[in-house]
């Protein structure tokens, strides 16, 4: 596949993963609003922003082994007509199941992106895994950044979250357009030569099973925390941006960073290894979650850019390391992770409610119950650091053995 036409389906996924990120950073922002409108608890938005990362969970385990059999470009089109009914669907929403079913569709589509696009990124680009993979999922946080932005100015000038969920339609047909008619290579573990079972056996190897696990415990970091953070820190700066939902900018500033921190993530890899990279985010996230659990006003951002540059490179970092070290899991293993990934994210959604209700019934100020919420995720960072210096120790010991 010449260099152009390899570009061209880079850019789409991109848009695509776009897409995934708006319906994610906007919801962080509905959380108020669906709560004042449909009267709902924390915790049963809880479980509807929930749903997206079950839908994601159930995407990612039945499209992600199938990918090599039913081509990425047809998984790609579930996408596409997944994130056109979940989107109308919010539109038109009147309580608690209409918003739980049009999210689950979100997240359908949302992990059909992942299964399709991830396998397809390291297909295009085989010598280049890791760091093409952070620059595809950079993508990510850039997206959150467009969805707070437009949930925070739609506010202002009073336009609801309806519209907001309507605007996202454009990009949506945008990325539908752009992978229209394209030829798509073959993954991999296709082109590679090695069998299915060889990709069944690579996925139930003690490293794969050791990533797999953690995966549950990096997203739950990253997404669990990300999607409440509107919430956790309601009117918290303003008096810095004035009333209203400028707390919704602390996620933006989160995902700004998390964003450059991906772009330039190539030497930084090339630099600590994969693994390397993992034990540092590890340890930053954790900080980043203290420093925000006591933080206020503009330091308040200061916090959050140390925590932003922990969770940066969880995600394709986590990718990165099972498509280099374990090759042969190819799209199923990839698929497995995302899939996983998601459901650590899912799992932490009406956890972490449920915590935010508790707190506030203790507190009855939203920022004291924010504040306490985040310091019960730090003990998922301080698991995550045992688990990542192990890793990386016995890495280190491998290496020396063979150049030895």
Not at 340 to 367: H, T
Request: proline fraction near 3%; aromatic fraction near 14%; include cysteine.
């Amino acid at each position: 596949m010449d260099k152009i036409k390899r570009l061209l389906l880079f850019n789409a996924s991109c848009l695509a993963l776009v897409v995934t990120a708006l319906a994610f950073g906007t919801r962080g922002g509905f959380i108020t609003p669906w709560m004042e409108e449909f009267n709902l608890t924390g915790a049963q938005v809880g479980w509807i922003v929930g749903t997206a990362f079950w839908g994601f969970t159930v995407a990612m385990v039945i499209f992600g082994p199938l990918v090599d059999i039913m081509g990425i470009g047809r998984v790609i089109a579930i996408a596409f007509i997944c994130h056109l009914i979940g989107l109308v669907m919010t539109i038109f929403a009147n309580g608690f199941w209409t918003l739980f079913f049009s999210t689950m569709f979100i997240g359908i589509a949302n992990g059909s992106v992942e299964a399709a696009c991830n396998p397809l990124i390291t297909a295009l680009y085989p010598n280049d895994k890791t760091a093409k993979l952070n620059r595809f999922h950079m993508w990510f946080p850039a997206g959150i950044v467009f969805g707070g932005l437009l949930v925070y100015f739609f506010a202002q000038i009073g336009w609801d979250w309806r519209i907001q969920t309507a605007a996202m339609l454009v990009p949506t047909l945008g990325y539908g357009l752009m992978f229209l008619g394209k030829k798509f290579p073959e993954t991999e573990r296709v082109t590679s030569g090695a069998t299915y079972k060889d990709m069944l056996k690579a996925c139930v190897s003690p490293l794969f099973l050791f990533m797999a696990f953690f995966m549950l415990f990096t997203a739950a970091t990253e997404l669990g925390t990300n999607q409440w953070i509107a919430a956790l820190f309601n009117h918290s700066v303003d008096h810095l941006f004035g009333k209203g939902l400028s707390s919704i900018l602390i996620l933006v500033w989160i995902s700004a960073v998390m964003a450059i921190a991906r772009l330039v993530a190539g030497p930084v890899v090339h630099k600590l290894s994969g693994i390397g990279v993992l034990l540092f985010s590890a340890i930053f996230s954790g900080i980043g979650l203290y420093l925000m659990s006591i933080s206020s006003g503009i330091v308040l951002f200061a916090a959050a850019t140390v925590f932003a540059l922990g969770v940066a490179y969880f995600w394709p970092n986590m990718l990165g390391v099972v498509a280099e070290k374990i090759p042969n899991s190819g799209a199923l293993g990839l698929a497995i992770m995302g899939g996983i990934g998601f459901l650590g994210g899912a799992i932490a959604q009406p956890a972490l409610g449920r915590i935010y209700d508790v707190q506030m019934d203790r507190f009855g100020n939203d920022l004291q119950a924010g504040a306490a919420t985040l310091q019960y995720v730090i003990v998922l960072t301080v698991i995550l650091t045992i688990a990542f210096l192990y890793l990386f120790i016995k890495d280190r010991k491998n290496k020396e053995v063979k150049t030895g």
